[in-house]
């Protein structure tokens, strides 16, 4: 199947400071990427879709000042964290699919732990 | 609203089947998808139905009745390694996908 490769696997950050979560789709191209964030025992919430070449759209509640996301080629989105507060700390997924047909499975990144500290 | 239904947790011996229940109801419906999740850990494609019947893969199977808005996964001789969540989804009209809140399966000794 399709790789979705994302980086870092985990991180620890004081309060205050960005972090920066990137997502590559290795061998295919992805025009839309989506983010979620998953808390413990929680289901995925998708945070918002990142679209190549224009703004991402972002769910209902997520601030898209703090979350910022960039699609800069078909095959690499990245999310900052900026001004990360513990309260940021999650596991933070990625998605891609190769085309956008009923039947097309999304693939997911390892995920990103993050802890703020 | 779209909702998707799932039991919070199930337990199960090892060597037995165990049968998870999904019910949905979204705005449109472009397939169903179920994920399995360890901890900690992104999840993996089990399998999908967009049409109604059964579809066996190996020791899983997931049903899938569109009229109910039902399906279920089914796991055959259950192994210890298949202690996870199982999630369910479904894409809905934008083909977005809408996530259930998963099933923790406990597999016993």
């Known amino acids: 199947g399709a790789v979705v490769s994302q980086h870092p696997s985990w991180v620890i950050c004081k309060s205050g400071t960005s972090v920066k979560i990137e997502c590559r789709s290795l061998d295919f191209q992805a025009t839309t990427m989506f983010w979620y964030r998953q808390f413990p025992k929680q289901s995925l919430m998708l945070m918002a879709t990142?679209?190549?070449?224009?703004?991402?759209?972002?769910e209902q509640g997520v601030e898209k000042d703090k979350f910022l996301i960039n699609h800069a080629s078909l095959t690499l989105s990245t999310l900052t964290v900026t001004s990360a507060h513990p309260e940021d700390s999650s596991f933070y997924i990625c998605?891609?699919?190769?085309?956008?047909?009923?039947?097309?499975?999304?693939?997911f990144g390892q995920g990103t732990r993050l802890t703020v500290v | 609203g779209q909702n998707i239904d799932q039991p919070t947790e199930m337990t199960a011996t090892e060597g037995a089947i165990v049968q998870i229940n999904c019910t949905y109801q979204?705005?449109?419906?472009?397939?169903l998808f179920w994920y399995q999740q360890h901890a900690g850990e992104a999840p993996t494609f089990l399998s999908y139905n967009v049409l109604d019947g059964l579809e066996e893969k190996g020791r899983f199977s997931s049903f899938l009745s569109r009229s109910k808005g039902y399906s279920y996964l089914l796991l055959k001789e259950l192994q210890m390694k298949d202690s996870a969540s199982y999630l369910c989804a479904v894409k809905d009209s934008n083909y977005q996908l809408i996530w259930g809140a998963g099933t923790k399966l406990i597999i016993k000794p």
């Open positions: 979204t705005s449109g419906f472009n397939g």
């Open positions: 990142s679209n190549e070449g224009s703004k991402a759209t972002y």
């Open positions: 998605s891609a699919s190769p085309g956008t047909g009923e039947n097309t499975e999304a693939f």
